[in-house]
Nanobody, 122 residues
Framework: VQLVESGGGLVQPGGSLRLSCATS????????VGWFRQAPGKERDGVSC????????YYADSVKGRFTISSDIAKRTVYLQMHSLKPEDTAVYYC????????????????WGQGTPVTVSS
């Protein structure tokens, strides 16, 4: 299994970024793919996940209305479009697989990538 994240960087508050997760090595529709983040000294924070079976989506309350997750089956790539970014969104963002979709997806992580850093600062 390979999960390769890209798209992170430095952005001003209120700005936007789109993260990408290129995947390989597993049956795409057998897993939910999601994003979690981890800031220095803090625990992992599940941001969003998408079911590749029916494209249902889940978002943490902290990002609802600002982030959008999507999945391109042909490219085996999952995206996280982030708008209205805040300094508290600063973290390393990881793409991860889970056999469970929904609010408990973070409790059943199977694999995750190396992460891409996002810094929101003026």
């Amino acid at each position: 299994v390979q999960l390769v994240e890209s798209g992170g960087g430095l952005v001003q508050p209120g700005g936007s970024l789109r993260l990408s997760c290129a995947t390989s090595g597993f049956t795409f529709d057998e897993y939910a793919v999601g994003w979690f983040r981890q800031a220095p000294g803090k625990e992992r924070d599940g941001v969003s996940c998408i079911s590749n079976l029916d494209f249902a989506t889940y978002y943490a309350d902290s990002v609802k209305g600002r982030f959008t997750i999507s999945s391109d089956i042909a490219k085996r790539t999952v995206y996280l479009q982030m708008h209205s970014l805040k300094p508290e969104d600063t973290a390393v963002y990881y793409c991860a697989l889970s056999p469970i979709y929904g609010e408990t997806w973070m409790k059943h992580l199977s694999f995750w990538g190396q992460g891409t850093p996002v810094t929101v600062s003026s």
